[in-house]
Nanobody
Framework: QVQLVESGGGLVQAGGSLRLSCAGS????????IGWYRQAPGKQRELVAH???????NYVDSVKGRFTISRDNAKNIMYLQMNSLKPEDTAVYYC???????????WGQGTQVTVSS
């Protein structure tokens, strides 16, 4: 059974930083596509960043240069370092993992990030 558990959200002032973590079980992060999505109130869920099995990363334009996605293969944990946070980054952040063999996508429960101006 696949489980993804996020942590690290919270309230921060604009310009501040947060680091989100996603611990995975039942799926190996290093051989699958993993990523972070977010959903703000009244908006669709959007992909923030993902990391491929070969280590390549991709980011939505709005976070480039501010956010960094990474993973610890030994611990099977994914991170999202968020710097220079803006009020428009306020959202529920979800981690996701896509099983390479079945393309089944799994989701965490979400963690709230609130950036005050």
């Amino acid at each position: 059974q696949v489980q993804l558990v996020e942590s690290g959200g919270g309230l921060v002032q604009a310009g501040g930083s947060l680091r989100l973590s996603c611990a995975g079980s039942g799926i190996t992060f290093s051989i699958n596509v993993i990523g972070w999505y977010r959903q703000a109130p009244g908006k669709q869920r959007e992909l923030v960043a993902h990391i491929l099995s070969n280590g390549n990363t991709n980011y939505v334009d709005s976070v480039k240069g501010r956010f960094t996605i990474s993973r610890d293969n030994a611990k099977n944990i994914m991170y999202l370092q968020m710097n220079s946070l803006k009020p428009e980054d306020t959202a529920v952040y979800y981690c996701s993992a896509e099983q390479w063999s079945t393309h089944q996508q799994y989701w965490g429960q979400g963690t709230q990030v609130t950036v005050s101006s």
